[in-house]
């Protein structure tokens, strides 16, 4: 009869378990030392070893050589416990057997000593199913067990274990085994079954299992169901749902070039394949997760789950973007994931939020956006190339006749070009700035608070139809201008403005700070 790759290679001995160092250390040193408990508890996520250790322990502690660490595997004991047949060996699974009912029946079979070995030991696994009340059928019995019993509770949630009870037993913590663990234990099974698979097939394998040993080891037997003797990294990728880096990478190139397009046939070929979004999307979160961690901390590093030859090229895409893009990029797709579990319209929301993204790459940072504003946009980051616009026309009340120069008074035709388009911010800054003509260039000298709002497209357009031809526009930082004197009829509305409360509530929270402007809104 034919026997599944994860029970067949089940570790025995504590040598034999992988990933789990601390807890086999404790142990090893525990039976060395006759320092052994009535009570363990062993939680971690699935398919890390807790029913495993715990089948160790109970062959450690009824050998025919132990109480021992290194258990001989020969003795009629070690057999039948490898086997699942021995009698003094009780494993009861919570999940089904949770009630006072069958605790109660438990603390009656503790009473009696083991039928020929020297311990009765229970294994429960699912631990955390059990209820409150069969929990306290067994609390007394677990604090003052016989000499004879151990007790192995092994859970994947240990914070539903009362505290009662955990505080009477010595608590493991298994970890998830880590990406080279794995595919290293894959590889000399694959040896041993001679089955001929690369690494990027045991890489794609052991992904799949995301720190669980026997998830993994699932996936690969299903592969050689699939496949046979021989693994290829496409098959195995088409049977386990798994999208290779070339289709993710789609994603990151229609970023690069804010091809929204391109993300929207993304979409459509996924749906045309048949291929579920969700699934898709989680990939995605987890791709630009890999991006982020690899621009971090470079290639070869352990926190990514990844072969040589996939770290390499992840570094690679990595090094066109940003850590602050990358980052935007993880959490919109994680927002997007979450938008994909409640919605009945599953390719709508991916188009929308893929089409989020490219509009979050042409975004410029708050650092940047100061930075240029405090420098004069000397560092300002390289923009990418806007698609061709048809010249504004010109109005015919501003063009100048052929061969005149420019129009002289630059700062107040601004301003009222400016504050006739509801552009009051832009025109203030203007108000602030000296404005001096050379040429084909206009020259704003302003403060630095003002040279963010006079780098702005719409100043361009101003300049553009006021003088009806292209200038360049160049903004240093320099001293303010004195503002333009306000009418007379504005003094009155200015001083009853300055004097109002909430002003001057305001100006006491935040000293140093300047009312700039005060409009009219009756007029």
Not at 40 to 60: D, E, L, N, P, S
Request: with cysteine; aromatic share 6%; net charge negative.
């Amino acid at each position: 009869m034919y026997q599944v790759i994860a029970r067949k290679y089940r570790p025995q001995t504590f040598s034999e378990l992988i990933g789990q160092e601390h807890v086999r250390t404790t142990l090893e040193n525990a039976f060395a030392q006759n320092r052994i408990a009535h009570g363990y508890i062993f939680a971690g996520q699935r398919g890390t070893g807790k029913t495993t250790v715990a089948r160790i322990v109970a062959r450690c502690l009824n050998c025919a050589q132990g109480p021992t660490a290194t258990p001989c595997g020969e003795c009629a004991a070690c057999r039948e416990i490898a086997g699942g047949s021995s009698v003094d060996v009780i494993e009861i699974d919570a999940a089904s057997n949770r009630g006072i009912n069958e605790m109660r029946e438990l603390r009656e079979n503790v009473r009696y000593r083991p039928a020929r070995d020297k311990y009765k030991v229970f294994i429960i696994d699912e631990a955390h199913q059990i209820t409150s009340e069969a929990f306290n059928a067994l609390l007394k019995t677990l604090e003052e067990p016989p000499e004879w019993v151990v007790f192995l509770l092994c859970t994947t949630e240990a914070h539903k274990i009362p505290t009662t009870i955990a505080s009477r037993c010595q608590s493991f913590s298994f970890r998830s085994v880590d990406f080279a663990g794995i595919t290293a234990r894959m590889e000399w099974i694959c040896a041993q079954e001679g089955i001929d698979a690369d690494s990027d097939v045991l890489a794609v394998l052991a992904r799949i299992g995301e720190g669980s040993v026997r998830d993994s080891l699932s996936a690969l037997d299903q592969a050689i169901a699939c496949c046979g003797t021989k693994l290829g990294v496409g098959e195995v990728r088409e049977l386990l749902g798994v999208f290779s880096l070339d289709k993710l990478d789609q994603v990151t190139q229609a970023l690069s070039t804010s091809d929204a397009r391109r993300m929207l046939d993304t979409v459509g070929e996924l749906e045309r394949n048949g291929q579920n979004l969700h699934h898709f999307c989680r990939e995605l979160a987890r791709y630009f997760r890999d991006l982020l961690v690899v621009r971090l901390a470079g290639a070869g590093t352990r926190l990514v789950a990844a072969s040589a030859v996939e770290q390499d090229r992840l570094a690679g895409i990595a090094a066109g973007f940003s850590e602050e893009d990358l980052t935007r990029y993880l959490h919109l797709t994680l927002e997007l994931y979450q938008e994909l579990q409640e919605s009945l319209q599953p390719r709508l929301h991916m188009e929308l939020g893929l089409l989020r993204m490219v509009h979050a790459g042409r975004l410029v940072s708050i650092e940047d956006a100061l930075r240029m504003a405090g420098d004069g946009g000397a560092t300002a980051p390289p923009a990418k190339k806007p698609p061709s616009i048809p010249p504004a026309p010109v109005s015919p009340r501003a063009a100048p006749p052929v061969g005149e120069a420019s129009p002289s008074g630059w700062r107040e035709r601004l301003m009222a070009e400016l504050g006739a388009g509801g552009l009051t911010f832009i025109a203030d800054a203007v108000a602030h700035a000296t404005v001096e003509e050379a040429g084909s260039e206009l020259r704003f000298v302003a403060p630095r608070e003002f040279t963010l709002h006079l780098k702005s497209a719409d100043l361009q357009k101003a300049v553009q139809t006021l003088a009806g031809r292209a200038m360049r526009i160049t903004v240093v930082t320099g001293e303010a201008a004195d503002p333009p004197a306000p009418a007379a009829d504005e003094d009155e509305v200015t001083r009853r403005a300055l004097e109002h409360p909430e002003v001057r509530r305001f100006q006491e929270l935040f000293p140093g700070s300047q009312v700039r402007a005060v409009r009219n809104l009756r007029q």
